[in-house]
């Protein structure tokens, strides 16, 4: 299964490959089709069991964990190799999207701070809970697939950052306890992040 919204991404890079293949440039063809697997593998989108309690948005390393003003922001960076759809971490009601411009800087840059992103906010049984996309520096686009109104069940596909970077959760921390740490493996909706108190 791959990623919505990625059927006219993939489908170019064969096509062209084949009309050079028609034009006799093989090399170019080679390049295209080598270019093709890349996207089969960065466009994935595998089917996964929902984990137990609140779950990772994203696939990729734990960052960092920090306690911001009442609340706990888990930050996990997307490698190029990881699969690049995120996951809702519980389950609720989208309140709101909110998309800001930026740059692209590397995200594991203090500057990424105004790299472009989205948030998605969404309330929950345990309160807030938002879900940040931040693009870096190979990100085309910051894609959040839920808009306000829409109900959420944990687990469920909520967005995607293409060729991107870094997904921050931000939960309740007099709600939640944190089960991660810097340098941890995350697997979205999967890998349990934090649980209820």
């Known amino acids: 299964m791959f990623a919505r919204g990625s059927a006219g991404i993939l489908t170019v890079p064969p096509l062209a490959a084949a009309f050079m293949i028609y034009l006799g440039i093989w090399p170019l063809a080679v390049v295209l089709f080598m270019f093709w697997g890349i996207l089969l593998v960065f466009f994935r989108d595998p089917e996964r069991p929902v984990g137990k309690g609140i779950v990772s948005a994203a696939d990729g390393r734990v960052d960092w964990v920090k306690t911001r003003g009442g609340w706990v922001v888990i930050s996990v960076f997307m490698n190029l190799n990881n699969v690049h759809v995120n996951r809702a971490p519980f389950h609720g009601k989208t309140l709101r999207v909110t998309r800001k411009a930026g740059g692209m800087w590397p995200a594991f840059l203090e500057r990424s701070k105004r790299n472009a992103r989205a948030m998605m906010v969404f309330m929950t049984p345990i309160g807030i809970i938002k ?16 808009r306000k109104g829409n ?31 810097k340098g941890d493996r995350t697997k979205a909706g999967v890998t349990t992040i934090a649980e209820v108190r």
Request: glycine content about 8%; overall charge positive; aromatic content about 10%.
């Open 131 to 146: 879900v940040e996309q931040i693009s870096g520096v190979f990100a085309w686009r910051v894609c959040p697939y839920v």
């Open 151 to 181: 109900l959420v069940l944990k687990g469920r596909r909520i967005g995607m950052i293409r060729f991107g970077s870094r997904v921050n959760v931000w939960l309740p921390a007099d709600r939640v306890v944190c089960r991660v740490k």
